[in-house]
């Protein structure tokens, strides 16, 4: 791919999705882009994205950024985020809240807000208690993932052997040992499709904690700042919002503050 035509790219990624496409990344944007047009007979990259624009309808933009985004994940990531979760919701349900809204903001394939689902229900022994988490990503390929709730067994490895027997069916595919989740841990997830770069959003909160972890880092300071905003608005007061470990939000904090390093309490 030529430095013009990467460029294009970078444009129209970073305009529908917010992701800044460093100029590193020219190899990979060319061999997912690749797939995608050898799928549909195109030879020449520039051919592709003018299929791209083209297209009124979007579908093509979804596969497109479906190429580009990064879905890397695990059950159970940066598992003190889940302990420190189950540690206020227990402080609540002292308190007497019943009601739990939990938001994954990039759900990626699922193993985020199922693991949420996890430590909700290990924590949550009263009977009567609502919780719902929603799980939302820009990707339809995670989401359909997600949805499905079928992992190999490479992916439930970092769930204990006791968790996964309590909240996985697991069958074997020929070879292959799958696991997937129960009922009563996917009717606690809704999975819908949403674009972070793109406030307002649909939802009205307000969320008790919103995970929004390993998303920020592709997007600019102006991206982020929006997105905080909008998270922000969507917490309810005594709240928290919980980031990944990699990721500083040193001077977009707005009104939100450290509680400690990644997590943030809305006042
Ligand atoms: C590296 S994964 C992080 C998954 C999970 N939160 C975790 O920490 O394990 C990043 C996810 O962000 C999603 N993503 C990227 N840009 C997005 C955007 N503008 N709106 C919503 N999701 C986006 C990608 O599709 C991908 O699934």
């Known amino acids: ?113 199922y693991t949420l689902a996890m430590t909700l229900l290990e924590t949550i022994k009263e009977p009567g208690v609502d919780v719902r988490i929603l799980a939302t990503d820009l990707s339809t390929r995670v989401l359909r993932t997600g949805v499905a709730g079928t992992y190999d067994e490479s992916k439930v490895k970092t769930v204990s052997p006791e968790l996964r027997q309590k909240y996985f069916d697991c069958h074997s595919e020929g070879e292959a040992v799958r696991y997937t989740v129960k009922p009563r841990l996917a009717r606690l997830v809704t999975f819908s499709r949403l674009n972070l770069s793109t406030p307002p959003f649909p939802m009205r909160g307000p969320f008790d904690v919103v995970f929004c972890r390993n998303v920020m880092i592709y997007f600019d300071n102006e991206v982020r700042g929006r997105l905080l905003r909008e998270i922000s608005g969507l917490l309810r007061p005594g709240g928290y919002l919980i980031v990944g470990h990699a990721e500083s939000l040193a001077g977009a904090m707005l009104d939100l503050k450290v509680v400690r390093p990644s997590i943030y309490a809305k006042p």
């Open 1 to 113: 791919m030529d430095t013009a035509t990467f460029e294009k790219f970078r444009q129209v990624v970073y305009d529908k999705s917010g992701i800044t496409l460093g100029p590193s990344k020219e190899a990979l944007v060319a061999s997912r882009v690749g797939k995608r047009m050898r799928a549909l007979g195109l030879q020449e990259y520039g051919a592709y994205l003018d299929h791209v624009l083209q297209d009124r309808a979007g579908d093509e933009m979804v596969h497109l950024l479906d190429a580009i985004s990064t879905n890397v994940t695990s059950f159970f990531r940066e598992a003190e985020h889940f302990t420190f979760l189950s540690e206020v919701v227990t402080r609540w349900l002292a308190k007497g809240q019943r009601r739990f809204r939990i938001w994954s903001a990039a759900s990626s394939t699922g193993e985020e807000p």
